[in-house]
T-cell receptor, first 110, second 111 residues
């Protein structure tokens, strides 16, 4: 199955700074690259995704970039706010199985 | 919100007892998944289903079984619960290489 690695496992930033989380995957056939946000006591929810025919996608303060040659994609959060504090997961999808990165706990300090 | 419901939301059970967790969806999605979430381990796939009566193992399937007799229901059974199965369990649904929708989770404690 797909091997997905996510870094860093924890990230602490000052409010207003940027945060970047990186995910590497193993299956070159992957063509869908989503990021999920999990708030305390809830299930993960999709925040942004990208398909393999696009190199970058933005939605307000968040963006995802994809490098298919190097097999990695990254989540970028600009102007971080305290409500961005959560656990973030990337997903790999080879065939029918959905495999998730180990998660990144982002802490935004006011 | 996607129509996906997990029950129960919380359960405390004794070692050696059988436990069944239920995932119910109203989205008619083909794929259903069971994950466990433990500190330091992220989301680990237990079992998944790609259709009625079609299931397959994930990376941490030992001690768990699943059944899917209807499109909308995916059951996870711990035949004889152990303390190592204390965890938060999440069900997810998807339609192939598209967004996955998660339930709210079931917190299971085995004492």
């Amino acid at each position: 199955g797909e091997n997905v690695e996510q870094h860093p496992s924890t990230l602490s930033v000052q409010e207003g700074d940027s945060a970047v989380i990186k995910c590497t995957y193993s299956d070159s056939a992957s063509n869908y690259f989503p990021w999920y946000k999990q708030e305390l006591g809830k299930g993960p929810q999709l925040i942004i995704d990208i398909r393999s025919n696009v190199g970058e996608k933005k939605d307000q303060r968040i963006a995802v970039t994809l490098n298919k040659t190097a097999k990695h994609f990254s989540l970028h959060i600009t102007e971080t706010q305290p409500e961005d504090s959560a656990v973030y997961f990337c997903e790999g999808n080879a065939g029918n199985m959905l495999t998730f990165g180990g998660g990144t706990r982002l802490m935004v300090k006011p | 919100d996607a129509g996906i419901t997990q029950s129960p939301r919380h359960k405390v059970t004794e070692t050696g007892t059988p436990v069944t967790l239920r995932c119910h969806q109203t989205e008619n999605h083909r794929y259903m998944y069971w994950y466990r979430q433990d500190p330091g381990h992220g989301l680990r796939l237990i079992h998944y289903s790609y259709g009625v009566k079609d299931t397959d193992k994930g990376e941490v399937s030992d001690g768990y079984s699943v059944s899917r007799s209807k499109t909308e229901d995916f059951l996870l059974t711990l035949e004889s619960a152990t303390s190592s199965q204390t965890s938060v369990y999440f069900c997810a649904i998807s339609e192939g290489s598209l967004e996955a929708f998660f339930g709210q989770g079931t917190r299971l404690t085995v004492v």
